[in-house]
């Protein structure tokens, strides 16, 4: 009898220290929902809680609507994260709608209410939006 040898797992994606720290600062659900997803999409976590001076600088910069503090980013808990597929090309937008679709898709599986900055109003249509947030991802509880 021939015994075959154990192919190796290859690598599954992990967090490397600044997505872990940055994840750190969101809700307990948004750190569930993106360790599930992780696990089978390599991402890097961009931010979860911000401080005044980093939301007044995400305004400025137009990559938010929202003035400091009524950002979810600016809860601690953070109710939002920025999240992206890694390795990051923001040329690549078919890639976003992917991955968003992916961590929607794995919220519902955990029971986990989240609207994304790609369908603001969650109607699957992704060229209805007035602003466009692809790595936006946040819990719809208060």
């Not at 961009?46 to 009524?70: I, M």
């Amino acid at each position: 009898m021939l015994i075959k040898k154990p192919q190796s797992v290859p690598n599954m994606p992990k967090f490397g220290n600044e997505s872990r720290k940055n994840l750190a600062t969101a809700h307990p659900d948004l750190q569930l929902l993106f360790n599930a997803v992780v696990r089978d999409f390599d991402c890097s976590v961009l931010c979860g809680h911000r401080t005044q001076a980093e939301q007044d600088g995400a305004y400025r910069n137009k990559h938010s609507k929202l003035k400091f503090p009524n950002s979810k980013h600016n809860r601690q808990p953070s109710m939002a994260a920025d999240v992206v597929p890694y390795p990051i090309n923001w040329e690549n937008m078919n890639r976003f709608y992917f991955f968003g679709g992916y961590v929607k898709k794995t919220a519902e599986m955990l029971g986990i209410k989240i609207r994304w900055g790609g369908d603001w109003d969650s109607d699957t249509l992704t060229d209805d939006q007035a602003f466009m947030d692809l790595p936006h991802f946040q819990l719809e509880k208060s």
